[in-house]
């Protein structure tokens, strides 16, 4: 039988989509960008999951908590004005490598609070709120008593929790203006939004050519202790994606954005296509290739419909999180539902 599964990489997908408009390109960190443009006016207060964050001048010391937020800030040309990083878990893309290497690799894992002190930040930004707690890299809270100015993306203001009115590709639009805006590089803010933007216009594009209404799964990963899924129900990206392409998602009747399931409830929900994120962290159970055995050996999951005719989309992790990758997610399900649509 011949394997119908659709994989694509970050770097294919990059080119890809944005083929005919002109390749992302990483802004050079130079004196003038470091420098800012002169744009934001400081104090800067910033309203950021329902606290009030004031920035008296352009952060120099930043530290980022994560890849996805390091990777925003690469791409708006601040590698120079960091202080360190934390948290790599994907694999870096070509295109930013060499300045991603440049930033100080502060730990392998999460940072914590005393290792963060001793960097002396003036800003930090993170894409999770369990990275801002007492047990990391510290509460909020506690960090802006010190002076430290902080950023949470506001897709995860409440861990695990929906978000009110679903996430959406503008709120990562609106991130990355605020942080150019906080570090006073506006322009490059408005640059790397239309390059996302781009990519969400070709998705769309592609998806007027999908002729059915199809159900999906978007599993990410598995309970380290067993092999519960972990998919993604309502109010996350992956639920925007699926609207967006005028598919189910049949999880979307969940309490939270990743709810940890059983095998028999996949199977009842019996969906058109699994989605597979595809991830490198080196846990049990998360690369696609495993993720695809053990559905093909299971002896419930291998009768699934989907499972049976090899319909599963992969995709890198990162798409699936918000990130700027994420946008890729459009393009790459559309084309997969497409290629494996159901008749």
């Keep these: ?19 005919g408009c002109g390749a992302a390109s990483v802004p050079e960190t130079d004196a003038a960008a470091a420098a800012g443009e002169g744009a934001t ?49 994907d694999p870096i893309p070509s295109d930013i490598a060499d300045v991603y290497e440049s930033i100080p690799l502060l730990t ?12 002396q930040p003036d800003f930090v930004y993170s894409s999770f709120a369990s990275f801002l707690t007492a047990e990391n890299a510290g ?13 949470l993306s506001e897709f995860d203001c409440t861990y695990h929790e929906a978000v009110e009115g679903g996430a959406t590709f503008e709120m990562l639009f609106d991130e990355i203006e605020t942080i150019a805006e906080i570090f006073d590089v506006p322009d490059a803010g408005e640059e790397l939004v239309a390059e996302q933007q781009a990519v969400i216009d070709e998705g ?31 109010g996350g990206l992956p639920q925007t994606v699926t609207e967006m392409l005028g598919a189910e998602n049949v999880f979307s009747d969940a309490s939270t954005k990743w709810p940890e399931v059983s095998w028999d409830e996949v199977a009842a929900r019996n969906p058109d296509v699994i989605v597979l994120a595809d991830l490198t962290r080196g846990y049990p159970g998360d690369t696609a290739e495993e993720k695809i055995e053990f559905l093909k050996s299971d002896p419930l999951t291998s009768t699934m419909d989907a499972v049976v005719n090899d319909r599963f989309i992969v995709v890198p992790g990162q798409y699936m999180d918000p990130s700027i990758h994420s946008v890729h997610a459009l393009p790459t399900v559309a084309q997969g539902l497409i290629d494996l649509e159901v008749k």
Aim: a negative charge; proline letters at 5%; aromatic letters at 6%.
């Design 1 to 19: 039988m011949l394997m119908r599964i659709i994989f694509i990489s970050v770097g294919v997908a990059s080119t890809l989509a944005l083929a």
């Design 204 to 234: 769309l594009e592609i998806a007027e050519q999908i002729e059915s209404t199809q159900s999906l799964v978007w599993f990410y990963s598995t309970a380290a202790s067993s092999s519960t899924p972990s998919v993604a129900g309502p």
């Design 108 to 119: 392998d894992g999460l940072l914590k609070h005393e290792t963060l002190l001793e960097a």
């Design 139 to 151: 509460e909020r809270a506690e960090l802006h008593e010190l002076g430290v100015p902080t950023y």
């Design 41 to 89: 006016p400081y104090p800067l207060s910033v309203e950021n999951c329902d606290a009030e964050v004031t920035i008296e001048q352009a952060p120099e010391r930043a530290v980022s908590l994560n890849q996805s937020a390091t990777e925003i800030m690469i791409q708006l040309g601040l590698a120079e004005r960091m202080a360190g990083t934390s948290y790599e878990t």
